[in-house]
Structures are given as C-alpha cells and as structure tokens.
Antibody
Framework: QVQLQESGPGLVKPSETLSLTCTVSGYSISSGYYWNWIRQPPGKGLEWIGSVYHSGSTYYNPSLKSRVTISVDTSKNQFSLKLSSVTAADTAVYYC??????????????WGQGTLVTVSS | QSALTQPRSVSGSPGQSVTISCTGTSSDVGGYNYVSWYQQHPGKVPKLMIYDVSKRPSGVPVRFSGSKSGNTASLTISGLQAEDEADYYCCSYAGSYVVFGGGTKLTVL
C-alpha cells in the first residue's frame, strides 16, 4: 500500500522560503510516476502546484512557476517543495499526491494527510 | 490558466439526484478525457470518486457517475444519502499542467 507523509515547518515568515518534504513508503519513487504537490488555503479550493518525475523533470503551475522548485531524492524515497517569497496568501494545507497512472498526472488516488503551513511574522 | 468553473453550492433531498457541472476550455476539459472528481468532508483528505471522465474507482458507489460534453463535465449523484454532504472538486489534466475547479458544496436537505 502506497503511503505519503508530508513534513516541514508549520510556520514560515513572510518573504522567506517554504520547504516541505514528502516521504513515500510502499513504493519506490525510482520506479516511476509523477509526484505532485497540491495545496488548499483555509476554507478555499484545491490548487495544483506542480510535479516531479523520478528523473527530475518537472511541471509547474504557471501562476506559481517563478517561485516554485520541486525536486526528488530517490535515495531517501522523498520529494520536496520549495516556495520562495511567501506571503499570507500562501497559507494553506499542503498535500503531496501520486497519480493513478505512471505516464501523467491525470488523477490522484494516493494523498498524504496534508500539513498546514501558516505564513506569519 | 484559470480554475474550472463549478457552482458554489447545490442541494437535494435524500433519494433525489443532483448534478454538479464543471466548465473549462478546449485546453483542459474539452481537450482531454482526463476529468476527475474528488469528495472532501470537512477536515479530511480529498477522496477520488471519478476518473477519466466516467470511471469509478473500486469501492465508490455506483450512484456516483460522471460525463462530459464539450468543455463541460458533470458529476451526478443519484439516490442522495446524508453522507454525500461534502465539498466536491473537479479536476482536469491539461497537458503540461493540472487545473482544479473552485469546488461545490453539496447540502443534503
């Protein structure tokens, strides 16, 4: 059974960089799939942030692309999110997720539990 | 890219049917048969209900169904039950990115 778990600071100061890690168990990242980050501001809808392939190739939400970096560490079976120059608008529950098929992020059937990141001084 | 358009809220009585629409463009909903739907109860993780427009994952009741016409996808829930009350989000693959709808709150009266 594939399991994903987000980890990282729950509080980040404005203008700093948000950093989160997703640890995958039950499946080797090296075996394939695009690994995704999705976020949800309190009381609002879901927003796709981006994805990374095990090879390191990435896709990003055009609206966040200038501030986002997603990377993968196959030796630790983890992938990570960095979001720079954060503001209060980046306060959200951040989820990591795996799609149902290996070739593309067409739907998401495995999700982490989510981690709330608050941007505040 | 813009978020897919969903009604803010829909409602129905137990046993009735409701349909939630999801309107995009030819670059997302209309361009691919990769629309998915997620159910989210308060404080919970989104749950996949429909994928590839109309396919149901194992364990999802048959009263949940999906369809698409042009740039608009729909989720229909028949035989409404109290536990169906939740937020529903549509999602579409769009080639180099993924886009979600703004969400619809379903109230079971």
């Amino acid at each position: 059974q594939v399991q994903l778990q987000e980890s990282g600071p729950g509080l980040v100061k404005p203008s700093e960089t948000l950093s989160l890690t997703c640890t995958v168990s039950g499946y080797s990242i090296s075996s394939g799939y695009y690994w995704n980050w999705i976020r949800q501001p309190p009381g609002k809808g879901l927003e796709w942030i981006g994805s990374v392939y095990h090879s390191g190739s990435t896709y990003y939400n055009p609206s966040l692309k200038s501030r986002v970096t997603i990377s993968v560490d196959t030796s630790k079976n983890q992938f990570s999110l960095k979001l720079s120059s954060v503001t209060a608008a980046d306060t959200a529950v951040y989820y990591c997720a795996r799609p149902g098929i290996a070739a593309a992020s067409t739907y998401f059937d495995y999700w982490g539990q989510g981690t709330l990141v608050t941007v505040s001084s | 890219q813009s978020a897919l358009t969903q009604p803010r809220s829909v409602s129905g009585s137990p046993g009735q049917s409701v349909t939630i629409s999801c309107t995009g463009t030819s670059s997302d909903v209309g361009g691919y048969n990769y629309v998915s739907w997620y159910q989210q109860h308060p404080g919970k993780v989104p749950k996949l209900m429909i994928y590839d427009v109309s396919k149901r994952p194992s364990g999802v009741p048959v009263r949940f169904s999906g369809s698409k016409s042009g740039n608009t996808a729909s989720l229909t829930i028949s035989g409404l039950q109290a536990e169906d009350e939740a937020d529903y989000y549509c999602c579409s693959y769009a080639g180099s990115y993924v886009v979600f709808g703004g969400g619809t709150k379903l109230t079971v009266l």
